[in-house]
């Protein structure tokens, strides 16, 4: 993922940025001690959102402790951890382990990192087939697409929607599975969108792949984005979430849009 799913912090109370953070240093913890620090190396806050969706839809029992870490090695912090940050962790990995191999093949040279993954893959993947299994073939297609100079920024961002949408889907059996994929897959489709907006000038300038068509202004921009935010939150509001609700929905309708909104004033 991008990294765009993120809370707007000034829209938290102080207790609401004291527990967002306490889960996301909860994945922190649960990835360091799975994988070690090639687990922390890819850590983003989208997993955090998808951790606080599923732990609270599911009512889980939270459990807190407090720790240093290399990040903060001199005061203990606080941390929280449940049936779902384990979840939400392997998804990170599995994410990260395809991000990898795409900024390989983008870049043209291997990553010191790439031994490490491959080594944790073989569980991953056999644990996790559905969602390998999607990741693996809507990434299939966008790299066809991608070679083919596909100029259809909605068809290109449907494959991550789709990706992310099966991710957000930890039981399938759940009664609320469709309204996750939903979730997932408006989420997904922001977040490539968003990001072929943020790349497009990097993009034109280096000759590389970007599915938005030439010139294209910000309201066009912001009217796909709309649509992409509007599945992602008519979805969420059907969950019977309650617990971290305020939480997520600032993300949802705040935060996903303040890295838009500064491209926006830099266009100016």
Not at 9 to 34: N, P
Not at 55 to 61: A, M
Not at 252 to 260: A, E, N, Q, V
């Given at each position: ?41 890819t850590l983003s806050y989208d ?20 720790e240093r870490c290399a990040v ?174 305020s939480i997520l929905r600032n ?18």
């Open positions: 993922m991008f990294g765009y799913v993120a809370a707007d912090i000034k829209g938290l109370s102080k207790e609401e940025r004291a527990l967002y953070k306490a889960h996301y240093c909860g994945l922190c913890h649960v990835l360091r001690e799975r994988y070690g620090s090639i687990g922390t190396s997993m955090v959102f998808l951790e606080m969706v599923l732990s609270d839809l599911n009512d889980e029992e939270e459990t807190e402790g407090s903060h090695p001199i005061r203990e912090h606080r941390y929280i951890h449940a049936a779902s940050t384990d979840y939400a962790a392997d998804m990170q990995m599995l994410l990260g382990y395809y991000s990898l191999l795409d900024n390989i093949h983008d870049e043209g040279k291997g990553s010191r990192n790439e031994e490490k993954f491959r080594a944790l893959m073989p569980e991953l993947e056999a644990r996790y087939q559905r969602q390998d299994g999607r990741i693996r073939e809507e990434l299939g297609r966008i790299a066809r697409k991608e070679k083919e100079g596909c100029k259809d920024p909605e068809e290109m961002s449907l494959m991550t929607g789709n990706l992310l949408g099966e991710i957000f889907v930890h039981d399938d059996s759940s009664f609320f599975r469709d309204d996750l994929r939903a979730l997932g897959c408006g989420i997904g489709r922001f977040v490539y969108l968003l990001d072929a907006w943020c790349d497009r000038k990097k993009d034109h300038k280096k000759g590389l792949y970007n599915p938005l068509p030439d010139g294209i202004g910000k309201e066009a921009m912001k009217e796909m984005l709309i649509d992409a935010a509007a599945t992602a939150s008519t979805a969420f509001e059907h969950l019977p979430l309650d617990q971290h609700v993300i949802l309708y705040s935060g996903i849009w303040i890295r838009f909104e500064g491209t926006e004033r830099k266009d100016d």
